[in-house]
């Protein structure tokens, strides 16, 4: 096999180190699902990630030379480097292939139909995460500290999540005690899952509605001073045949960004994130009181350094 042991032994020892380091912070806060690796070697580039008992490994596609039967044995080594330093033995392991988009594609295809869902916990809330079926889990563990900003900020207010994906602000916004939240999306499947999490967290809380629609065109919709806190976490990059138009996050951040706003009451509050890497906020263009960027206040023990989004808190 084209791969040398040595490169095998830097991802051990890489592993083992900084394994050592997160674990023993995510212990110390009560944390059960974490990042602990992140492309930290060109010859291991994985994501890899701990799900309670569980482990979810996702690989960066990219040219590495080896046949198939070279490439097979590349990856049953890692993984066996990976139970051996995190002790969750392999069927226990979820391993997926992670496109480096190419053209533009939708941001989270579907890549299997084994329905391996589990019940995880963070911040004494109850989440599905499905580590089988698609690229990403149903938990954005990046934003778990925003996640608790919403939820300190929520209480009493009429909270409106965007692009929610799987509701996780939404559980936390109702956590914290507001009165209303709304939570919209195109993908009736994301939506489906934000209604589970909510019956497994709230199955009393009757002020929760999912809105199946098109954000943008929502937002036009949406009577102004509808809110007091908003959350938008949009994609990079959408053409979705639903849509009425194309999202260039870059191109068309103002014009969201001050539908918002719009839709805010005086003194409310947007929480606004990106993960595109080359993203410049045009603040100049923002009918806001105030822009304030919590990136780093809203950065992860476990992302240190490795943060790939951006975030604002930003004020009407």
């Known amino acids: 096999m084209n791969q040398p042991i040595g490169k095998f032994l830097s991802f051990q ?13 995510a212990r110390r806060q009560g944390i059960t699902c974490y990042r602990i ?15 309670d008992d569980k482990i979810y490994v996702s690989e960066y596609k990219r040219q590495h030379n080896l046949a198939d039967d070279e490439y097979e044995a590349w ?18 392991m979820f391993l997926k292939l992670r496109q480096r988009k190419e053209g533009r594609l939708g941001q989270y295809q579907k890549v299997a ?6 019940i995880v916990e963070e911040g ?37 999540n965007l692009f929610c994906y799987t509701g996780s602000f939404s559980m936390y916004a109702i956590a914290g005690g507001a009165t209303e939240v709304v939570s919209v999306d195109l993908s009736k499947t994301y939506l489906s899952w934000v209604e589970r999490n909510g019956q497994l967290n709230f199955p009393d809380y009757t002020n929760h509605q999912t809105i199946h629609a098109d954000v943008l065109q929502y937002l036009k919709k949406l009577p102004p001073e509808s809110f007091d806190l908003v959350i938008m976490d949009p994609p990079t990059f959408s053409n979705s045949k639903r849509m009425e138009a194309i999202l260039d996050i870059q191109r068309d951040h103002v014009y969201l960004i001050n539908d918002c706003i719009k839709a805010l009451k005086k003194g409310g509050v947007l929480y606004f994130s990106t993960n595109y ?4 906020l045009h603040a100049k263009n923002i009918k806001a009181t105030t822009i304030k960027d919590i990136t780093k206040a809203t950065e992860p023990f476990d992302f240190t350094g490795k943060l ?7 004020t009407k």
Not at 37 to 48: N, Q, V
Not at 113 to 118: A, H, L, R, T, V
Not at 133 to 157: A, C, P, W
Request: net charge positive.
């Open 13 to 25: 020892n890489r592993l083992q180190k900084v394994y050592r380091h997160i674990s023993k912070q």
């Open 37 to 51: 690796y992140d492309h930290d070697l060109p010859e291991a580039p994985f994501i890899i990630e701990v799900y």
């Open 75 to 92: 990856i049953e080594e890692c993984l066996k480097i990976i139970a051996g330093v995190t002790g969750i033995e392999e069927q226990n």
């Open 113 to 118: 139909g084994e329905k391996s869902e589990f």
């Open 124 to 160: 004494g809330l109850k989440f599905i995460v499905n580590l089988s079926d698609y690229l990403d889990t149903g938990l954005f563990l990046d934003h778990r500290i925003t996640r608790q900003m919403v939820k300190e900020q929520s209480n009493g207010k009429r909270v409106l």
């Open 277 to 280: 890497t080359k993203f410049g």
């Open 308 to 314: 790939k989004r951006q975030c604002f808190l930003i």
